[in-house]
Structures are given as C-alpha cells and as structure tokens.
C-alpha cells in the first residue's frame, strides 16, 4: 500500500477519494461509521488516555489517533485508506515540523509509518482495532450520557423534539415518510405522535395518524413504544397501523424498525432518518406594543426556527435562544487548507457539551495533541450563534502503541480555545436552497490560544467533481415522495439504469437547485418535481439513502 500524503490528512485523502470514482470491486457496507470520537471500549475507564477520531465518508477512511510516546510525551498519529466493505488497512503516520500554538505559519513533513493499522466496523458506532504490535481490540462511538433536563437531551427531554423517519421496505425503498414528535410526559415516560407526509409540489404536508407510549431502554438514547391501551380489544386493535416501534438516536442519526399491524411476526421494517432538533417555549417579555415569546432551540437544520420580529400593531412575536448544532468529524482552519502538511481539528459536539481534539506541534517540532470539553451554549437572545470556551489541555505518560496499558496523567493547559458557530437568519430564507454563506453546520470561527479567530470548515473526502457525480446514489425525494436510484451519466444529466428519470442541475430558479422528472408518452411529465440538495447530507428537499458506491447512509442494525 502507498503511503498517505500531505497533511496528517487533506492532499491524500482528497486524491485518494477522487482516485475511487473509478475503482470497481468495492463491497458496500450497509451502514456507515459515524464520524467523531471513538474509543478503545477496554480503555473507558474515565481516566485520561488515547482515543480515535474517525471520519468515514464514501469508501475514503480518515483516522487521528492521540495517544503517547514511549517517554510518555503527547503525539498523534494519522490513517487514509480506502474502506473494502466494513473494514480497512492503513500505515499509521507520524509527522513533524508543523504548527504550535502561537506560532508563525510553518508546513510539517512526513517523518514515518510506525506500521499499519487495521479497522473494522460492525455497524455505524462499533468496532474493532488492532494497531501495530497489540492485539484486536473492540472500540465505540464515544458518547456523552447526561440526565440532565433540558431541550438538547433526549433522554431527558424538555419541549418537543421533532425526528424525521423514513420507513424502508425490503427493497431498500422509502414505504412511509413519517414526522415524529417526542414529548416526555410528567410521570417520566415518553409520548410520540407520527404524522404521515402526503405528496406537494412546494413541500409534502403532514397528518397525524397515531400517538404511542414510548419507554427508555438502557443507558442509551433508545426507546420502545407501544399503544397506551395494550389491553384493546382485536377489533379496534387492527385500526393501529403499528403493533410496535423501536428507534435509538445518537446525535443527528435516527435508526430503528417498526411492526405493522397485520405484518408476519418478525418481520419488522427498519427505519432511518435523522434529529431535527427540539424546541420549547420560555418566558415571555413585553416590549412596547410586542409581546415577545422565547422559543428555546436545538438546531441541526433550519426547519424549527420559530421566527418573527416587531412590528406596528400590538401583536405577538419571537425570539430565539439557540444551540446550533454542527456536523461532527473532521474540521480545518481554511487558511491553512493548502494541500501540505500542517494541524487538524477533531470537532464532536453532543447535546450542549462540545469535544475539540487539536492535533499540532510542540515548539521542539515534534507531534503533539491538546483536547478539552467544555459547555456549548446558546450566545444569547436573538444572537442566532453557539458557542464554547474550551480549556486546551495536554496529557502525558498514557499507553504508546504497542506498549502496556496505562492511563496519562494531567501536564499542562495552554489556554482555552473559542468556539463559535452562527445563522445568519436574516440573509437566509427557508425557502431555499440551503446556502454554506448563512449556516452553520459545515462552517464556523475558532480562536486557538495565543492566535486570531479564523474560519473553520468540516472536511469532505470525497467531494464531488461536478453535480452529476453528487447525485449518484439512491435518494429519496420528500416533495414527490419517490426513491430513485440513480446511476448513469449522460453529459451534465444523471438517469436511473433504464434512462426514464433524470435529473439536471438548475440556476435559474430561487427556491431550487436540482431538477427530477420522468417523461411519459404524449402526456409530458409524468411527475416533475424542484428539489433543494442537502449540504453534506444534511438540509434540503431530498434525503441520501445510499452514495455513489452503494454504501447505506446511517448507522445501520444496533446492538
């Protein structure tokens, strides 16, 4: 295997994801890893120590290991690979040379492969690893587990929470589109109510068709949910459309599965979809002629912004107190996106605590990693952004590869480094295409200690070359409610393999960016539709089921 090039990560990864477009043979995986902190599941132990930051995206596998020296000093490692089904071999790099704290602008250099390292993925947050000179060891998506009450906790829900739900049938098709809302009730249980989309050319609408109780399941974010009445009668029982439904939620993922009512036992549909969020009411506060209402917000998407501003009569209003929430993974300073080696973010913000994993240079030129949590709050009203201090500490004396377990010890902190993200609400409209200029979930500002605040920006791995190589893959259109699966090129249109449904790239439209229709004889359209593209798999009128390699989106069948 070559070796990975240029910065612990970005020129190779982008060539090698660029480089698979025409790589056949590849096994799709029907679930993909989710990116930000993974850990050693043997080594959580609440002490301080190594962890893996892994970005997975198409068949591009990017990983940043923190971990020790022999002399016990911090240092990381990196991995790119391509993914072959659910697992991966990579070398795992050192480099040197690059960026401190503070310091002027300096490129690092590749110093060695300590040898490769190989992991495999069970489902979207499980695994094993096995690094040079130690054994397989079973890792996991690191996950923040809180009690606390608040709107950005579901497990301890305030307000509502709104999930998106699409119901797959055997074929891998979308059967049913449902918007779920999830309330906990006083006696500490949970209601959901599922509203069933209906096709519109703007926008599909919702109705509500049934309510269930749901109750916690273990330790996690997951719930099973039963009619209140499970003593009703069999007559009034076949009425329910679902028996019973189970769905766990790990940040923006939502993976479960349904039993309808008159479906084989055991033959349950799996669901995916995502978190929108959860909004809830707070005070209320006049000023002059405009009472206003605090909505209390936790935004993956712009969907559940409440919005509204004063005006000339007495009437009522809104304003915002929101938790933004950012895609997690990979992140850099723009700036410094120059395609040579230099420092990289590991970015994972869970609920209102946010995670930052710097991977850069001591000013002896040697590898080195600082990380911290810290509060991830609301800016405050009407400020549209979220932000973090975050203290950057430094670690020593943990586990070196190959060597004997141990836990590091505390060493230093270098100051704290701020984190901001932000809606521009005011130049963005939700009736558009979403735009990366006005959101929030692929851009944002961080000030390093001892540094100005630059742009940040999450990494794509395989960003597309042009919209038809973007659009191959299985999708599902909200507006229409069609999945297509769409796998040829012709020009600038991308078609399903029998060639009746295109879509084509549009400019001239505000409220859309692609177009999908299928033709029929003598008639004209058979149905058309204008859809919004999702940045990054996320936003927008159509939901990615599976990329251009046949990879699922999602975390795919849990534990």
Known sequence: MKKALGIPFFQSIILAGAALISSPGWAARDFTPQAGTWVVSDELDGKPGRGLAIDVQGNTFFMQVFGYEKNGDATFYTATGQMD?????????????????????RDAVEDKSIGDVRVSFRNGVAGTVQFPGEPEMAIERFVVRSDDA????????????????????????????WKSELTRMSDGRFRLTLMEAQAGYNTPYFTAFEELNCELQGQRARWHCSHPNTATPANDA???????????????DLVGSVQLQGAPAGKAQTITGYNLGAHEVGGRRQEGNTTWTTSVEQNYQRGLFLRGGACQVSCFSTENVSTLMPINGTWVVEDELTGKPGRGLALDIQGNTAILQVYHYRDDLQPSFHMGSAAYLSKGVKSMASVASIPMDEYAGGR?????????????????????????????RSDTPPNEASLWWTVGQLQLPGESPVRIRRLQL?????????????????????????????????????????????????????????LAPQIGWAWHQFLQMPIMNRGGTMTRLR?????????????
């Open 238 to 252: 076949a009425s329910y459309r679902v028996a019973a439904l189970t769905f766990e939620l790990v940040g923006y």
């Open 462 to 518: 395989e960003k597309p070359a042009n919209f038809p190589e973007a659009m191959l893959g299985k999708w599902f259109l909200h507006r229409a409610q069609k999945t297509l699966e769409l796998t040829q090129v012709v020009g600038d249109v991308v078609t399903t393999a029998d060639g009746s449904v295109f879509c084509s790239l549009v400019s001239d439209r505000y409220d859309a960016d692609v177009s999908c229709g299928q």
């Open 400 to 428: 070196s590869v190959g060597g004997a377990k141990q836990s590091a010890q505390w060493r230093s902190q270098a100051g704290h480094a701020q984190l901001e993200f932000a809606y521009d609400i005011a130049n963005d």
């Open 547 to 559: 990329d251009r390699h046949g990879n699922a989106m999602g975390l795919g069948g849990l534990d």
């Open 150 to 177: 608040n709107v950005t906790n579901p497990r301890a829900q305030t307000g509502i929470r709104v999930l998106s739900m699409l119901v797959l049938d055997g074929q891998g098709d979308v059967s049913n589109q």
């Open 85 to 105: 089904g659910n697992s991966v071999t990579a070398p795992l790099m050192r480099y040197k040379g690059g960026r401190s704290f503070g310091s002027e602008a």
